[in-house]
């Protein structure tokens, strides 16, 4: 990639922005598809690689190799990726082994308090936040899907999720401080 095109990038320009997607994009993607072994997700990783690549043009240093720059993004991204879906599957399996009796009666009756301390929590919720967690952890709808059908940005989403969280995990702390 010439460097004048990286320039006009940094600068804001859109056709500089579309021949870097165009001749990134699927090399970004193929490189996330081998780390993760998912094309669906390596694609709306991809996706969001370049959103943010537009988003954050003016830090791009044209004087640096861009092709490891945007490479060093997409190995981040990935890795934060699969430790994100590994807490995930930890956090499943840990209530999988509840539902199977493995555990004892009081923690089967913690793990039953802290659900309801959780649907308390998202109840209280602001409307739209609710619904955005609810769709994203009830229904698994994507960040993506979930700001096309409200019509508000992604980034909106991922902020409300993040707060969510916030909400959710103050909850299950205090429960821990108080009866624990």
Not at 10 to 17: D, S, V
Not at 36 to 49: G, N, V
Not at 147 to 160: D, M, Y
């Amino acid at each position: 990639m010439e460097i004048a095109t990286i320039e006009a990038l940094q600068n804001g320009n859109h056709k500089a922005f579309e021949e870097v997607f165009l001749a990134y994009f699927d090399k970004v993607k193929c490189f996330l598809t081998g780390i993760l072994r998912s094309e669906s997700d390596a694609e709306e990783l991809a996706q969001d690689i370049f959103v943010k690549l537009w988003m954050n043009h003016t830090s791009i240093n044209p004087n640096k190799g861009f092709s490891f720059y945007l490479y060093t993004i997409a190995r981040n991204t990935a890795l934060n990726h699969l430790k994100h879906k590994l807490i995930e599957e930890n956090f499943r399996k840990t209530f999988d082994d509840l539902d199977e009796g493995v555990d004892s009666s009081d923690e089967i009756l913690y793990a039953k308090e802290i659900g309801l301390l959780v649907e308390m929590a998202v109840y209280r919720m602001p409307a739209q936040r609710r619904k955005i967690y609810q769709m994203s952890r009830e229904k698994g709808v994507s960040n993506s899907e979930i700001a096309e059908e409200l019509g508000v940005s992604k980034k909106t989403v991922e902020n409300q999720l993040s707060l969510a969280l916030q909400d959710i995990k103050r909850v299950i702390s205090f429960f821990f401080i108080f009866f624990l």
